[in-house]
């Protein structure tokens, strides 16, 4: 009796080690959620992603996509990370300030960068390196910050040549303090809406104008209802992908490299078809839809949002002389 119960431990034993094995060969799996649907620039980047990681790792490491909101919002996402899920999307610094690190929402001020080499000069930076560690801290791990999500640009329902133009338009704006001031600066009438809202509140009027970059413009149909656009460039938004750090802890510094250079990479591929597809968004507004393109003062919106870095409100909690140090970084 003592043998047989002997022999039936052994081989539970070899049965567990065996799986354990097979469990520690298993790839690590990373769910990548984004509110992008498939097809577009961002969706084409993550694929790109998924092929660079698993290429890097050897197969050991793979990204499954989950486009359109399937694994859930932005917020549900991250408070997924932060929990230890082994989640992947993306934010930027509206989010990130909401997050604890107040000093990122300036990069979602109004004109603080004119092109996207002042953007990513300013994400090489000690400054940028200071915030990621400060977000880090706080529980949500940058694994990549220079995928081109967009030129934030004005569509409205009445044309828009200058700062004059702005004053009292009603304007869509996303759910986040800065960039509400980002609009009121200019003498707008910032609404925030959720973006599945606006094309129904630009045909009952409820507002006058959206801003967003052209090809989410151009995809969300708004030509039917707006037919105005000013490529005020006011923003530039980076889409910059975070997972957990309690999740980014648990890999080992190979396996961290392998991650965040394959999402670097993978952003310069989605930036090219960015460009690409921003051109081909505006081309068919103009031709087939009978978009106007205003001609404007682009300085002088440039000089009328500078008030904005000097809003108590947010100098009150950004560090000091925060403003100035970016534009000792980027030569301006």
Aim: hydrophobic fraction near 40%; include cysteine; charged fraction near 20%.
């Amino acid at each position: 009796m003592k043998k047989i119960l002997a022999l039936i431990i052994a081989v539970v034993m070899l049965t567990s080690l065996c799986s354990f094995a097979y469990a520690a060969d298993d790839p690590i799996v990373i769910q990548v959620g984004y509110e992008n649907h498939q097809g577009e620039p961002i969706d084409q980047g993550c694929r790109k992603w998924a092929e660079l990681l698993e290429e890097y790792s050897g197969g050991t490491m793979k990204i499954e996509v989950f486009p359109s909101s399937q694994l859930g919002t932005k917020t549900e996402l991250i408070d997924q990370m932060l929990a230890g899920a082994t989640v992947v999307t993306l934010a930027d610094g509206a989010f990130f300030a909401d997050y604890g690190v107040p000093d990122f929402g300036i990069t979602m001020g109004p004109y603080l960068f004119e092109t996207w080499e002042e953007d990513f000069t300013f994400c090489d930076s000690d400054i940028y390196a200071r915030l990621v560690d400060e977000l880090a801290a706080k529980g949500l791990q940058i694994l990549a910050g220079k995928w081109i999500y967009g030129d934030r640009n004005v569509m409205a329902t009445r044309p828009v040549e200058s700062v004059a133009d702005m004053k009292g338009l009603k304007i869509r704006v996303p759910s986040n303090n800065l960039q509400v001031e980002g609009m009121a600066i200019f003498g707008a009438n910032p609404t925030p809406m959720a973006l599945g809202d606006v094309y129904t509140a630009l045909q009952q009027g409820t507002i006058d104008a959206s801003e967003q970059p052209t090809a989410v413009l151009e995809a969300g149909g708004y030509a039917e209802v707006s037919k105005y656009l000013t490529i005020t460039e006011h923003v530039k938004t980076n889409a910059t992908w975070v997972c957990g750090t309690a999740f980014f802890n648990t890999l080992t510094p190979e396996q961290q490299e392998w991650l965040k250079k394959s999402g670097e990479e993978a952003g310069f591929y989605q930036n090219d078809i960015y460009f690409e597809q921003t051109e081909v968004a505006l081309n068919k507004m103009v031709e087939e839809d009978g978009v106007v393109v205003c001609d404007f003062d682009k300085e002088e919106f440039i000089e009328a949002s500078k008030p904005f870095y000097e809003l108590e409100q947010f100098t009150s909690i950004w560090s000091e002389n925060l403003y100035d140090d970016i534009m000792t970084v980027i030569g301006r």
